[in-house]
Protein backbone atom coordinates (compact mmCIF):
# COMPACT_ATOMS: atom_id res chain seq x y z
CA UNK A 1 0.00 0.00 0.00
CA UNK A 2 1.19 3.12 -0.80
CA UNK A 3 1.51 5.77 1.43
CA UNK A 4 2.83 9.58 1.47
CA UNK A 5 2.86 11.23 5.45
CA UNK A 6 3.52 15.16 5.24
CA UNK A 7 4.81 16.25 8.83
CA UNK A 8 6.14 19.79 9.71
CA UNK A 9 3.35 22.06 9.38
CA UNK A 10 2.46 24.49 12.43
CA UNK A 11 1.90 28.28 13.07
CA UNK A 12 4.23 30.85 12.52
CA UNK A 13 4.37 34.56 12.30
CA UNK A 14 5.35 36.35 8.95
CA UNK A 15 9.02 36.47 8.13
CA UNK A 16 9.55 32.46 10.17
CA UNK A 17 10.29 29.37 8.33
CA UNK A 18 9.23 25.94 8.60
CA UNK A 19 10.73 22.65 6.64
CA UNK A 20 7.84 20.36 5.91
CA UNK A 21 8.79 16.37 5.12
CA UNK A 22 7.31 14.10 3.01
CA UNK A 23 7.74 10.39 4.04
CA UNK A 24 7.30 7.34 1.63
CA UNK A 25 6.03 3.81 2.11
CA UNK A 26 5.10 1.57 -0.33
CA UNK A 27 6.91 3.78 -2.83
CA UNK A 28 10.40 4.38 -4.21
CA UNK A 29 10.21 7.64 -4.37
CA UNK A 30 13.96 7.89 -6.41
CA UNK A 31 12.42 6.93 -9.65
CA UNK A 32 9.47 9.36 -9.33
CA UNK A 33 8.98 13.41 -10.23
CA UNK A 34 8.16 14.67 -6.93
CA UNK A 35 5.82 18.07 -5.84
CA UNK A 36 4.66 20.04 -3.49
CA UNK A 37 0.52 21.50 -3.55
CA UNK A 38 -0.92 23.83 -1.19
CA UNK A 39 -4.81 24.78 -0.84
CA UNK A 40 -6.19 27.36 0.88
CA UNK A 41 -9.73 27.28 2.47
CA UNK A 42 -12.46 28.33 -1.19
CA UNK A 43 -9.44 27.94 -3.30
CA UNK A 44 -7.66 25.57 -5.44
CA UNK A 45 -5.22 22.94 -5.08
CA UNK A 46 -1.89 24.90 -6.54
CA UNK A 47 1.19 24.16 -7.32
CA UNK A 48 3.99 24.95 -5.22
CA UNK A 49 7.36 23.19 -6.24
CA UNK A 50 8.67 20.14 -7.81
CA UNK A 51 11.72 18.11 -8.18
CA UNK A 52 13.00 16.09 -10.40
CA UNK A 53 14.43 12.14 -9.94
CA UNK A 54 17.84 12.92 -9.62
CA UNK A 55 17.09 16.00 -7.55
CA UNK A 56 18.88 18.16 -9.71
CA UNK A 57 15.69 20.03 -11.13
CA UNK A 58 13.81 21.92 -9.13
CA UNK A 59 10.29 23.75 -10.35
CA UNK A 60 8.89 26.77 -8.17
CA UNK A 61 5.63 28.70 -8.59
CA UNK A 62 6.57 32.27 -9.37
CA UNK A 63 4.82 32.86 -5.57
CA UNK A 64 6.95 30.83 -3.68
CA UNK A 65 10.56 31.61 -5.77
CA UNK A 66 13.36 33.02 -4.20
CA UNK A 67 11.67 31.74 -0.46
CA UNK A 68 10.97 27.95 -0.67
CA UNK A 69 13.47 24.97 -1.57
CA UNK A 70 12.27 21.26 -2.51
CA UNK A 71 14.78 19.33 -2.21
CA UNK A 72 15.11 15.05 -1.62
CA UNK A 73 16.80 12.27 -0.04
CA UNK A 74 16.48 9.14 -1.92
CA UNK A 75 18.36 7.31 0.55
CA UNK A 76 15.39 8.17 3.08
CA UNK A 77 12.51 8.29 0.72
CA UNK A 78 11.77 11.42 1.72
CA UNK A 79 11.17 14.83 0.12
CA UNK A 80 11.24 18.08 2.03
CA UNK A 81 9.80 21.88 1.36
CA UNK A 82 12.04 24.37 3.34
CA UNK A 83 10.00 27.13 3.85
CA UNK A 84 11.35 30.70 4.32
CA UNK A 85 10.44 34.15 5.10
CA UNK A 86 6.72 33.02 4.91
CA UNK A 87 4.07 35.61 4.64
CA UNK A 88 0.27 34.88 5.69
CA UNK A 89 -0.91 34.08 1.98
CA UNK A 90 1.29 31.15 2.54
CA UNK A 91 -1.27 30.06 4.74
CA UNK A 92 -2.80 26.53 3.16
CA UNK A 93 -2.97 22.41 3.35
CA UNK A 94 0.24 21.86 2.16
CA UNK A 95 0.03 18.00 0.05
CA UNK A 96 2.90 16.03 -0.86
CA UNK A 97 2.45 14.43 -4.64
CA UNK A 98 4.07 11.64 -6.26
CA UNK A 99 3.60 10.89 -10.16
CA UNK A 100 5.54 7.78 -11.92
CA UNK A 101 6.66 9.46 -14.83
CA UNK A 102 9.31 12.34 -15.47
CA UNK A 103 9.30 16.30 -14.49
CA UNK A 104 9.51 17.78 -17.95
CA UNK A 105 6.57 19.66 -18.13
CA UNK A 106 7.55 22.15 -15.95
CA UNK A 107 7.17 19.45 -13.11
CA UNK A 108 3.62 18.87 -13.12
CA UNK A 109 2.76 22.37 -11.14
CA UNK A 110 -0.25 23.62 -13.39
CA UNK A 111 -2.69 21.47 -12.04
CA UNK A 112 -2.71 18.00 -9.07
CA UNK A 113 -4.43 16.15 -11.70
CA UNK A 114 -0.57 15.36 -13.20
CA UNK A 115 -0.10 13.43 -9.72
CA UNK A 116 -1.49 9.82 -9.21
CA UNK A 117 -0.23 10.08 -5.14
CA UNK A 118 -0.79 12.13 -2.38
CA UNK A 119 -0.63 11.99 1.12
CA UNK A 120 -2.76 13.63 4.08
CA UNK A 121 -1.43 17.04 4.01
CA UNK A 122 -0.22 19.21 6.78
CA UNK A 123 -1.99 22.22 7.80
CA UNK A 124 0.66 25.66 7.39
CA UNK A 125 -0.84 29.02 9.24
CA UNK A 126 1.12 32.48 9.14
CA UNK A 127 0.11 34.73 11.03
CA UNK A 128 0.50 38.91 10.55
Known amino acids: QVQLVESGGGSVQAGGSLRLSCAAS????????MGWFRQAPGKEREGVAA????????YYADSVKGRFTISRDNAKNTVYLQMNSLKPEDTAMYYC?????????????????????WGQGTQVSVSS
Open 97 to 117: AARTWGCSDGGGLSGPRNFGY
Open 26 to 33: GLTLSSKC
Open 51 to 58: IDTGGVIT
